[in-house]
């Protein structure tokens, strides 16, 4: 354990930011990001302000799902270097003041893990109950895995079916057996003493399954039902997460950060109350306004800017009330927030300075993902063949079979793709970027040789968002203060108060694509940020679209 990590809540003044390391910097030149590449650019981070890196999977795997498949828990991928470049990232890091914290799945593994290779080869090994396996003919149920399909996958040479929430080369483990628990929570200690400083921990709210393994009437013409229904935030959970903590995050003084989809509102205080299972947890909410569901993709909403600004007031009013949030606009599962959440004839670096005002100011742990500091939008592909991601693949073919056209199908796909957000990171204008010398695995996006971290007003943006909450005088009314969100306001303008002892900021963003007059309850004693051009002074001012303004 590290000794910098001296309060209870000292996550609270963190600023987090997200790395996918597969696309982040290729140090040694195969085309695909690595962890000295992360270290080249530690000094980037370091100016930009962040205090903490969340890396994405970085262990054992075959890459089906980029990581999200571990091999080997304890094992760093050839592809992204050895452990002892990973110590190395960890020690320079530290010399920084810049904390690392790791992604723990433990849903599933690959069916590389050795326990899967046992449990496949032998039906009676005791890995067998590692995972879960039925017996018989016929599937068990009607369950859809989240990339499609059933979630039940045949056993070669046996009337024996094995359980996968997500793609047949991640089945899942049997959280119901103890022992299973106990080996990931020895695993999971043994990172912590490494000295990092805590987990971003992915789909965790999958852990526990119906144990009536009962079918349901289908949603989709392929005669499956989602298995979240079954699958997702289930009764008895509760058990295993509070075990969870017990047995590993307590004794640390470290972060946990969980991806928690499916978790109403109501019950937030179990998962991030006084004595909840995390420190914090993303809120899916309004990240997926525009789907009906995040997985899937042909199921788009029409959704308004008055919606949008009411999710954010109700999620920030929930976290408010139950704890603590970790609030992101973008991550490595979603498209890029200047595409998703502005219209198409303002996705300028003005709108990306706006949108970015609007949620880093909210209360809680902002984190910010790779490349959304440039103001980077959503790739455009012209053919299926140009994804690597299997859920673009799966809903690509999953809406053809819903009886949309191809051209509907790519629509669908190039709007959500994970691959969206996963393109190499544009370092300069030179050929890949900067961030390889060698064709990189994915392509990169179209706007690269014009947006990159050279003379970038978003990424200066950014800079000064940071050096406000961390380094000011407004650094504990940004950390500490209330949120109060504002009413007597257009409908398309969201704005919030925060406010601590004698302290109280406005925040106020323009959410749609007309000029907003609006009145304000007092006039502007000190403008601290503005992301467009135009002059906002007095009492009655006018934002431009997508402006955000912060003040006293
Ligand atoms: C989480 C990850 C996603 C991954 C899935 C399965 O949702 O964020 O990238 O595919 O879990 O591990
Ligand atoms: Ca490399």
């Not at 140090?27 to 981070?45: P, Q, W």
């Not at 990232?89 to 690392?100: C, N, P, Q």
């Not at 969980?258 to 998962?271: C, I, L, Q, R």
Request: charged share 30%; with cysteine; net charge negative.
């Amino acid at each position: 354990m590290t000794n910098t990590l001296i309060t209870k809540d000292w996550w609270k003044d963190e600023v987090i930011y997200q790395v996918y390391p597969k696309s982040f910097k290729d140090s040694n030149n195969d085309g695909i990001g690595d962890l000295n590449g992360i270290r080249e650019k530690l000094l980037y981070l370091k100016e930009l302000g962040i205090t903490t890196l969340w890396i994405c999977p970085i262990f054992t795997s075959p890459m089906i799902d980029n990581g999200y498949d571990i091999a080997d828990f304890e094992g760093i991928d050839p592809q992204f270097g050895t452990m002892e470049d990973f110590d190395r990232l960890l020690l320079e890091a530290k010399k920084l003041d810049i904390k690392i914290i790791l992604d723990l799945v433990i849903n599933h593994t690959s069916d590389e893990h050795i326990w899967f290779k046992k449990a496949l080869a032998d039906k009676n090994s005791k890995y067998r109950d590692y995972y879960i396996f039925k017996e018989g003919k016929e599937k068990p149920n009607n369950w859809r895995s989240i990339f499609g399909g059933s979630v039940w996958e045949k056993v070669p040479e046996e009337d024996c079916y094995y359980l996968h929430v997500f793609d047949k080369r991640q089945p899942d483990l049997n959280w119901e057996n103890p022992e299973v628990r106990q080996e990931l929570y020895q695993m999971i200690n043994r990172w912590l003493d490494k000295g990092i400083a805590g987990f971003r921990i992915d789909s965790i709210t999958f852990v526990k399954k119906d144990q009536d393994y009962s079918s349901l009437p289908a949603d989709g013409v392929d005669g499956l039902v989602s298995c979240k229904h079954k699958t997702r935030n289930r009764p008895g959970i509760e058990v295993f997460l509070n075990e969870l903590k017990k047995e590993t995050f307590e004794k640390y003084n470290c972060v946990t950060v969980g991806e928690a989809p499916g978790v109403a509102y109501e019950e937030f205080s179990d998962f991030i109350g006084e004595d909840g299972y995390f420190s914090m947890i993303f809120d899916f909410h309004y990240a997926d306004i525009d789907v009906e569901s995040g997985s899937d993709w042909f199921k788009r909403t029409n959704w308004t800017t008055k919606e949008f600004k009411e999710l954010v007031i109700q999620s920030q009013e929930a976290l408010q009330n139950a704890g603590w949030g970790a609030n992101f606009i973008e991550n490595h599962d979603q498209p890029r927030a200047l595409s998703k959440l502005v219209k198409e004839e303002f996705q300028n670096s003005e709108a990306a300075k706006g949108i970015g005002a609007m949620y880093f100011f909210l209360r809680g742990t902002p984190f910010i993902y790779q490349g959304q500091e440039l103001g980077m939008l959503n790739a455009q592909r012209t053919d299926i063949k140009q994804f690597d991601d299997i859920s673009s693949i799966d809903n690509y073919y999953r809406s053809i079979q819903e009886g949309f056209s191809e051209k509907e199908a790519l629509d669908f796909v190039n709007m959500r793709s994970r691959d969206n957000s996963r393109t190499p990171m544009p370092w300069d204008s030179s050929q890949y970027g900067g961030f390889s010398t060698h064709q990189p695995w994915l392509e990169m996006t179209k706007e690269y040789p014009d947006i990159h971290t050279t003379d970038n007003s978003v990424l200066g943006f950014y800079k000064e968002m940071i050096a406000l909450r961390q380094h000011s005088e407004l650094h504990e009314v940004l950390t500490k203060g209330a949120i109060d969100f504002i009413s007597e306001v257009p409908e398309n303008v969201i704005a919030y108060t925060r406010e601590w002892k004698n302290e109280k900021i406005y925040v106020l963003t323009n959410l749609g694509v007309n000029k907003e007059k609006v009145n304000l309850p007092k006039a502007i004693e000190k403008l601290y940020l503005v992301t467009h051009d135009n002059v906002v002074s007095g009492q009655e001012i006018t934002l431009a679209p997508y402006q955000s303004i912060l003040f006293k």
